[in-house]
């Protein structure tokens, strides 16, 4: 058993170090992780410049690669060539803040192990409910580690489908106070992003994407619920974005290429 570990908050981050190490119980581990913070950063496919990787070394004396990539190229570069060794399964993590609902298309911890079931291995995403505010190196990662060996083992007893991956949140607290696991769907997360507008010092204007962190609806049976009840979430994941129960409806509008309008010829005229 050949286990890649990746993560989005870089090679030198200890969510990363708590996961490699949580895993050596199944096998060889390899770590090829981005050099640098990728958090947010989507799925990534680097394909206009080079990509650099250089030998690293964990806190704990494992050997690592850093790549300049993001975490879904890392993936890309293990799975086509860097590593000599086929693996077999893929986890990303542990990222210090949660990914739930609409996060999961943000999250580089998440698109990392979605590059995985794009190569047709299993994958899962790990990712902790940290106290806000805090320093990521203040945060104790082996409650949540011991939670990915567990969730590892079923997901290798049991297999997990092609093209599907699993994202996993955890409860920031003692393991023996988590509440259990409990298999959830994404809930509604509620981004409350605002635009600041300042001047630069030769007097042009920037734009940030700042206002507070989101907060999210706690129902029932969603990933945001899960983690206010103590439980762990268990999140099915599947490349498949197609809206499936919307392909009937859509196809009987009205469709006929007479209905389009002509296109503008040259001069602009119709
Ligand atoms: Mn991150």
Known sequence: ?????????????PGLLALAQAMQSFGQVSVVAPDHNWSISGHVKTLNRPLRVVEATLADG???????GAPSDCVALAVLGLLPEPIDFVVSGINPVPNLGHDLTYS???TAAMEAAIWGLPAVAFSLDGPEGEHMSEIDYSPAARVAAEVVSLALKHGIASQTLLSVNIPYRPY???HGFQVTRQGLRIYRDALIKRTDPRGKP?????????TGVPEEGTDIGALQAGLVSIT????DLTAHQLVADIAAWEWSLAEAPAAPG???SA
């Open 1 to 13: 058993m050949h286990i890649l570990v990746t993560n989005d908050d870089g090679v030198m981050a």
């Open 62 to 68: 494992t050997p690592a690669l850093a790549s300049d």
């Open 108 to 110: 580089g911890t998440v």
């Open 176 to 178: 023996e106070q988590l």
């Open 206 to 214: 920037y734009y940030w994407i700042g206002g507070d962190a989101p």
């Open 236 to 239: 099915p994941v599947q490349l």
């Open 266 to 268: 040259k001069d602009g």
